[in-house]
């Protein structure tokens, strides 16, 4: 078949153009959004801790998780990290990081999701550490992905993000569910006010 014949079939079977649908789509809405996100956090298997911006953040964190023994973290404020995704040689040397603590961007109240843009140089913190404390901002709250996509802003250095939603978690066709499979097997959502 010439390349003419195969246009000309492609033409006549060709419908009416019609114009896109509208896109301004304003998604699911909440009376109480933040109390939503609490109820879908805990819903997918994370918890919710309050604190105020004057509270010791670090000291919050290790009241949390008693027992970790190595935090990772490249924010300035967080003091007890001893690991630093910014400064490691390399991803694997994050490996046994008991915490990670992550700076959250956007939180979802429909489904629980935190926006984490890459702000550090090796992201295998998201992902190796056995838990993740993601602060997050109460006023940084929305109601539904919709609203969430437009306020996602990239880090031009890395052009990477995630969104995370409480602990890794995998089922088998036997339904034996598996807690931590592929990343953290608890996540700890710190809601600054």
């Known amino acids: 078949m010439k390349k003419e014949d195969l246009f000309a079939k492609l033409r006549a079977n060709a419908q009416e153009p019609c114009d896109m649908p509208d896109m301004n789509i304003r998604g699911i809405q909440y009376a109480d959004p933040y109390k939503q996100f609490v109820e879908m956090t805990e819903t997918v298997g994370g918890q919710v801790v309050e604190a105020r911006k004057t509270d010791d953040l670090n000291a919050v964190i290790r009241g949390i998780y008693p027992d970790a023994k190595t935090y990772a973290s490249n924010l300035p404020f967080i003091t007890i ?37 890459q702000t550090m140089k090796e992201k295998a913190v998201c992902f190796i550490s056995e838990y993740l404390v993601i602060i997050l901002d109460k006023q940084n709250i929305v109601n539904n992905m919709h609203e969430a996509y437009r306020r996602i802003q990239m880090d031009p250095r890395y052009n990477f993000g995630t969104f995370i939603s409480g602990p890794s978690k995998t089922a088998d066709i036997e339904q034996s569910l598996v807690m931590g499979a592929q990343a953290a097997r608890g996540v700890t959502v710190l809601i600054v006010e």
Do not use: K
Request: glycine fraction near 10%; charged fraction near 20%; include cysteine.
């Open 81 to 117: 990290a001893q690991r630093n995704p910014d400064t490691v040689a390399d991803a694997a040397d994050l490996n046994g990081t008991d915490v990670g603590i992550l700076q959250g961007e956007i939180g979802v109240a429909e489904n629980a999701c935190v926006w984490i843009p």
